[in-house]
């Protein structure tokens, strides 16, 4: 399992009171409160920066175990979160791939 900044941001941007929930808030001049999502570096930086390897392993952990109980329990679990972002591109190395199949099918 990887590590998801953007995924996270993109979350918390669309989900500002989560993010104000985690403490990513600014406070108001009259004592309220405004969401203050962070953006991916940001969270990059926490992640490599602020967390000791041991929070990180059991962050992990406690992941690993809630997918299972949420599978082992029928709830799908969020198989999308884990996978790399969907992109509309092509690598050239996928290109020349397809272009080598195209071509041995013409032979």
Request: aromatic share 12%; net charge negative; hydrophobic share 35%.
């Amino acid at each position: 399992m990887e590590w998801k900044e953007t995924r996270l941001a993109r979350y918390f941007e669309q989900n500002p009171r989560m993010a104000t929930e985690y403490g990513f808030f600014e406070r108001t001049e009259f004592g309220g409160i405004n969401p203050a999502p962070p953006n991916q570096s940001r969270l990059w930086e926490l992640w490599h920066n602020s967390f000791p390897n041991a929070t990180k392993g059991y962050c992990h952990s406690v992941a690993e175990k809630l997918v299972e109980l949420a599978r082992d329990n029928g709830i799908p679990a969020p198989d999308a979160v884990f996978q790399p972002d969907q992109t509309d591109t092509i690598s050239e190395r996928s290109e020349v791939r397809i272009i080598a199949e195209k071509t041995e099918e013409v032979w």
